[in-house]
């Protein structure tokens, strides 16, 4: 199975790397737009600021590229943020494949701090994107940004309100947690995917 990981200005992926290699995967991490079109599995994954990865992505004309992809792709934190219509983080279009926006957290509450930072449970799973063992699971975060629940929704987590843990739609999933550091569970997701 060949496994790319798209290389983009985005901090992190080597984290994903070491995940991927620990399910038995080796994968390349490239931006060559042929290689990543002739992949079995796509991941987006990646740390940083929505409006300057848009940037880059639109540069390097990698944002068609991942629109049109036929698949499975998986965004993983700012890649899902960034596969959704419009972000707060820098007021910025992203691709547009969730129309759904992503919002800044906001919170009186001094005991919620921002970013959402940790382990928190998801729940209300989406089946066809995971398996059913870690519906009420621990997984890693760390973001400023949310996606509200909306019908792409894969599963949820509460923090300040409930916000999507996960996205779905067609070939493309996304999680807003980071799958690479959330232990066992993340790597039963991860195992997942790869078995779509």
């Known amino acids: 199975m060949r496994v790319v990981l798209i290389k983009y200005n985005a901090g992190n992926i080597y984290s994903v790397e070491c995940s991927l ?8 991490v490239t931006d060559d737009k042929e290689i990543i079109k002739s992949a079995d599995k796509v991941i987006f994954p990646g740390v940083g600021e929505a409006a300057s990865t848009m940037r880059y992505l639109k540069e390097h004309r990698l944002d068609e590229l991942i629109r049109d992809l036929k698949q499975p792709v998986l965004g993983i934190c700012i890649g899902m943020q960034l596969m959704c219509k419009h972000s707060e983080e820098g007021n910025v279009d992203c691709l547009g494949i969730f129309d759904v ?4 957290f906001i919170s009186d509450n001094p005991e919620q701090k921002i970013p959402h930072m940790g382990w928190n449970t998801i729940s209300d799973i989406n089946e066809q994107m995971f398996p059913q063992c870690i519906n009420n699971q621990f997984v890693y975060y760390v973001h400023s940004y949310y996606v509200p629940v909306c019908k792409y929704t894969a ?10 843990a996960a996205l779905k739609k067609d070939n493309f999933y996304a999680a807003q947690f980071h799958i ?15 078995s779509l």
């Open 155 to 164: 599963g949820v987590t509460e923090y300040i309100h409930p916000f999507s």
């Open 101 to 104: 926006p992503v919002r800044k």
């Open 180 to 194: 690479e550091k959330s232990g066992r569970t993340g790597e039963d997701i991860m195992k997942y995917f790869l």
């Open 21 to 28: 290699k620990r399910a038995g995967i080796e994968p390349v």
